[in-house]
T-cell receptor
Framework: GQNIDQPTEMTATEGAIVQINCTYQ??????LFWYQQHAGEAPTFLSY????GLEEKGRFSSFLSRSKGYSYLLLKELQMKDSASYLCAVREQRGGSYIPTFGRGTSLIVHP | ETGVTQTPRHLVMGMTNKKSLKCEQH?????MYWYKQSAKKPLELMFVYSLEERVENNSVPSRFSPECPNSSHLFLHLHTLQPEDSALYLC?????????????FGPGTRLTVL
């Protein structure tokens, strides 16, 4: 099984930078995903990390350290529309199957 | 239709009813998933199918019964549910289980059990 931990809620100012952390414990790590979920909507994919390091995608970047069981999502130049829940998901290999487990999500509130 | 669709979008049922949720993906993906999302709880994986074969049943009560007749369709059959089963049920698909394949989610079915 897995234990995924991320902060429940964060607030930030429009135009600023925010970092959302995710720590996990797993025995068969096979990739880490970040998803964004606006209230009342389905989650949508943001990023994927399987090797250590930083993946950059426009205003969003995601970092992974497998040895530390740690990832973060970095959001730059925050906009009001970035107010949403951010879900960290760790995929684990169990035999021949690959099973994703989600954290509780971090609710980000961006204010003017 | 594109992406992942789910029907119905809202469902209210009594504890003695039998109903089914339907999911369809138009992406040519090989893996499909059912999740339960309750308030203040993480997204809970219920079932995973890969190439129409169930590969994971995450200790889900037998009152939930999945069916995957082909790689494009996934059903969740419901019977004798409990009020605590009220939640948002999300379907997702991915190209395959592994690799950099992200999951594409449907809009969900909001289920209320009275």
């Amino acid at each position: 099984g897995q234990n995924i931990d991320q902060p429940t809620e964060m607030t930030a100012t429009e135009g600023a930078i925010v970092q959302i952390n995710c720590t996990y414990q797993t025995s068969g790590f096979n990739g880490l995903f970040w998803y964004q979920q606006h209230a009342g909507e389905a989650p949508t994919f943001l990023s994927y990390n399987v090797l250590d390091g930083l993946e950059e995608k426009g205003r969003f970047s995601s970092f992974l350290s497998r040895s530390k069981g740690y990832s973060y999502l970095l959001l730059k130049e925050l906009q009001m529309k970035d107010s949403a829940s951010y879900l960290c998901a760790v995929r684990e290999q169990r035999g021949g199957s690959y099973i994703p487990t989600f954290g509780r999500g971090t609710s980000l509130i961006v204010h003017p | 239709e594109t992406g992942v669709t789910q029907t119905p979008r809202h469902l209210v049922m009594g504890m003695t009813n039998k109903k089914s949720l339907k999911c369809e993906q138009h992406l040519g993906h090989n893996a499909m998933y059912w999740y339960k999302q309750s308030a203040k709880k993480p997204l809970e994986l219920m079932f995973v199918y890969s190439l129409e074969e169930r590969v994971e049943n995450n200790s889900v009560p037998s009152r939930f019964s999945p069916e995957c007749p082909n790689s494009s369709h996934l059903f969740l059959h419901l019977h004798t549910l409990q009020p605590e089963d009220s939640a948002l049920y999300l379907c997702a698909s991915s190209q395959d289980q592994a690799g950099a394949d992200e999951q594409f989610f449907g809009p969900g079915t909001r289920l209320t059990v009275l």
